[in-house]
């Protein structure tokens, strides 16, 4: 099993930036991706961002590219999601997740961080 924990949500103005992280724990070695959900109000959960534990290669979805940086260290027990120039439309609960390997979905998930950015 693998075990994922976010911190580092919380309020801030428009145009603010804040990075959360999420301390991976468990077996590790069962990963293959490791990526960012968020949930706005009312719809449904979407992946924002992800990184290949093996070779580290990245995909963001068009609406955060260029505003927000996933990476994480080298130990892979850490996950980040550095977000910049953050909008209201940004307001969500983010989750940290992971994809074990073979599988086709992103199968375990953290509790979530709140995030919301007012104008």
């Known amino acids: 099993q693998v075990q994922l924990v976010e911190s580092g949500g919380g309020s801030l103005q428009a145009g603010g930036s804040l990075k959360l992280s999420c301390a991976v724990s468990?077996?590790?070695?069962?990963?293959?991706?490791m990526g960012w959900h968020r949930q706005v109000a009312g719809k449904e959960r979407e992946l924002i961002s992800k990184?290949?534990?093996?070779?580290?290669?990245?995909t963001y979805t068009d609406f955060v590219k260029g505003r927000f940086t996933i990476s994480q260290d080298s130990s892979k027990k850490t996950l980040y999601l550095q977000m910049n120039s953050l909008q209201s439309e940004d307001t969500a609960v983010y989750y940290c997740t992971a994809r074990r390997c073979g599988a086709v979905f992103f199968e375990w998930w953290g509790q979530g961080t709140q995030v919301t950015v007012s104008s």
């Open positions: 990184i290949a534990n093996d070779n580290g290669d990245i």
């Open positions: 468990g077996d590790i070695w069962r990963i293959c991706d």
